[in-house]
């Protein structure tokens, strides 16, 4: 008989452990289709179409605030928003997943039409340059007098002091990159969040490539009557440049994009320093012609520091959000300062290379070596 009644208690308890189990297992399969619902609903906010004001925008995807501040975005709206919160409207409608209806959209008027034919339109100017400054080359090295040629052949060509016109050509190449890759993140950013990096890596990419080329070109100039002292500011440089490449990556996958602008300013600010280093070698002694050069060149810095703190602070619109949402907007400001910037540089610079090869004159200002 007690056997029986302890039989019947462990069948007992073998049931309300069932019962326990299979109450927990209902919990986990609600829990898990909770779950589900959650990424169903987040799956949904990527196929969300993008409106045109950011106002509704704001409603698009379920975990917009969440995601601007943890810097994960869904949404091509999402990186407007975070980008400049101060546009309000003008976003590109009917773009998204299609090149097509990208290019098409660089004959529309929205918040990035200034922004495409600014840097479209510097790209072509450059281009011709290019060809044009090609042209200039081969015709003085056709026209320059053969025993002029005989006598300086060694200094003119061969050796470390006279400015080579590759880095002429580099200069104007790299511009004519930079403005483009502007136009092409510009112009395909609407597409998706995917082409939205891709594009801004290329973009980013350029601008430090027209750092190099345009700091090359000044140091080239300006330090060739020192050759020695060239080759060791210009490699010095050199490491900066990797050592900022390096950092590029790490930069841009944490957006840090102050750090960014910092590290581009100090590898820009190495041209000014060059010419500062050139009067030093020159015992402080600084002809019209050096004092033009270091004129021009803090015009052009002047532009390139002026374009970097309006884009920085988002001025006008942060002024006044939503009056510049697609004419005159901080960004557009700084697109034109920086090719006016490029175009004082180029006017200081290319004399001494489309010039000095046919005169000889380049050679007998060098009267420090």
């Known amino acids: 008989m007690q056997r029986l009644n302890n039989n019947q208690q462990q069948q007992q308890q073998q049931q309300q ?10 919990l986990e399969k609600n829990v898990n289709d909770d779950d589900d619902n959650d990424k169903y609903h987040d799956d ?3 196929s969300i179409d993008i409106p045109l004001s950011i106002e509704e925008g704001r409603g698009a995807s379920i975990h917009n ?20 919160p101060f546009i309000k409207t003008g976003f590109r409608e009917n773009t998204q997943n299609s090149f097509i209806e990208c290019t098409k959209s660089c004959f529309q008027l929205h918040n990035d039409t200034l922004n495409i034919w600014s840097h479209l339109i510097a790209a072509l100017f450059y281009i011709y340059l290019f060809f044009k400054s090609i042209s200039i080359i081969l015709n003085n090295n056709s026209n320059s007098n053969s025993d002029q040629i005989a006598a300086h052949d060694d200094i003119l060509f061969n050796s470390a002091d006279a400015p080579s016109n590759f880095n002429l050509l580099f200069f104007l190449f790299s511009c004519f990159l930079c403005f483009t890759a502007s136009s092409i993140y510009h112009t395909y950013r609407s597409h998706s969040v995917p082409v939205f990096k891709k594009t801004l890596l290329f973009d980013v990419s350029s601008i430090g490539f027209l750092i ?17 002292v060239k080759r060791i500011f210009l490699f010095s440089f050199l490491f900066l440049v990797f050592i900022a490449l390096s950092l590029l990556p790490k930069i841009m996958r944490e957006k840090k994009y102050g750090m960014r602008t910092l590290v581009f300013t100090l590898l820009a600010l190495q041209g000014i320093v060059s010419h500062l280093l050139k009067v030093y ?11 033009i050069t270091l004129r021009n060149l ?14 920085r602070l988002k001025i ?14 901080s960004h557009q400001i700084f697109h034109v ?28 200002k060098c009267t420090y070596k």
């Open 17 to 26: 452990q069932q019962h326990q189990h299979q109450h927990h297992h209902t």
């Open 44 to 46: 949904d906010s990527l």
């Open 65 to 84: 605030d969440c995601q601007c501040c943890e810097h994960s975005f869904e949404t091509f709206i999402d990186l407007m928003l975070n980008e400049n």
């Open 212 to 228: 190099l080329s345009s700091v090359n070109l000044i140091i080239d100039s300006e330090l060739s009557c020192f050759p020695r």
């Open 281 to 291: 070698m020159q015992g402080g002694e600084s002809s019209s012609r050096d004092n």
């Open 298 to 311: 803090l015009v052009a810095y002047l532009f390139f520091g002026l374009g970097l703190s309006i884009r």
């Open 316 to 329: 006008p619109e942060s002024l006044w959000p939503g009056q510049f949402d697609i004419w005159f907007s």
């Open 337 to 364: 300062l920086v090719v006016i910037g490029t175009i004082f540089i180029y006017n200081t610079y290319h004399v001494n290379y489309l010039e000095s090869n046919n005169t000889l004159d380049y050679l007998n």
